[in-house]
């Protein structure tokens, strides 16, 4: 579709559910395989999400390839287009996606996996902000972050120089939004799962604990 038609995308970014690649700060109390388990629920739950919001086509950007099994088992599923998040940083990696994106839709929407409290409504009220003059659409996530960025425009220094994984990463990109004197719209805090405190949290989440269910509750330690 023509990006004069107004089209949109919603991208996923996720790695690969190899144990011991991903969520590795959840190994000590998951397991490496159960800190894994819990990436695939999270991932599948973020395409849903993107399914459900229906603000275009989706698009799941693996790392470090596309052709993982469990992301071609979500292409089937989801009729999703797979594509490889490419080699660099994260920043990187974000900037070329927005930058081909934006180059076939008018607005673009990102996501990762590990927010699920992420809901289909915070999509679509990111894709009315988009298309109401936005230039840029955050929701900020408790520890500093975001879990959503959404764009109509690209910009190189958007991502340049962002400490990611760090606490300052969503105060880093306000200074470069207004920097570039771009109209900022934020919707609201969310939180993820990262450390063993959040998944302690998503436990006690009425809506949210099922992505838990039959993991370890802690990994037994060695007795001396």
């Known amino acids: 579709m023509p990006k004069g038609a107004e089209s949109s995308l919603v991208i996923v970014f996720a790695r690969a559910p190899t144990p011991g690649r991903v969520k590795t700060r959840l190994a000590p109390l998951l397991g490496r395989e159960g800190a894994a388990r819990l990436h695939e629920r999270m991932l599948e739950r973020a395409i849903r999400t993107a399914v459900a919001a229906r603000c275009g086509e989706v698009e799941l950007h693996g790392a470090p390839g596309a052709t993982h099994a469990f992301f071609r088992g979500l292409r089937g599923r989801f009729a999703l287009r797979l594509r490889a998040q490419g080699r660099g ?77 760090r606490n300052r990463v969503l105060a880093q990109t306000r200074s470069r939004l207004a920097r570039l004197g771009w109209r900022r719209r934020e919707l609201r805090t969310l939180w993820d799962v990262d450390r063993p405190r959040d998944v302690a949290r998503l436990r006690r989440s009425a809506s949210l604990a099922s992505l838990a269910a039959g993991l370890p509750a802690a990994i037994a330690r060695p007795t001396s």
Not at 113 to 129: E, G, H
Not at 136 to 145: H, I
């Open 89 to 165: 940083g994260l920043g990187a990696r974000m900037r070329r996606a927005f930058a081909r994106a934006l180059r076939r839709h008018a607005y673009v929407i990102l996501i990762g996996s590990d927010c699920p409290a992420l809901r289909p409504a915070d999509l679509r009220a990111a894709l009315r902000a988009l298309r109401a003059g936005a230039d840029a659409v955050l929701s900020p996530v408790e520890d500093g972050g975001y879990a959503l960025l959404g764009l109509r425009r690209a910009a190189p220094e958007l991502f340049a120089g962002v400490r990611w994984g």
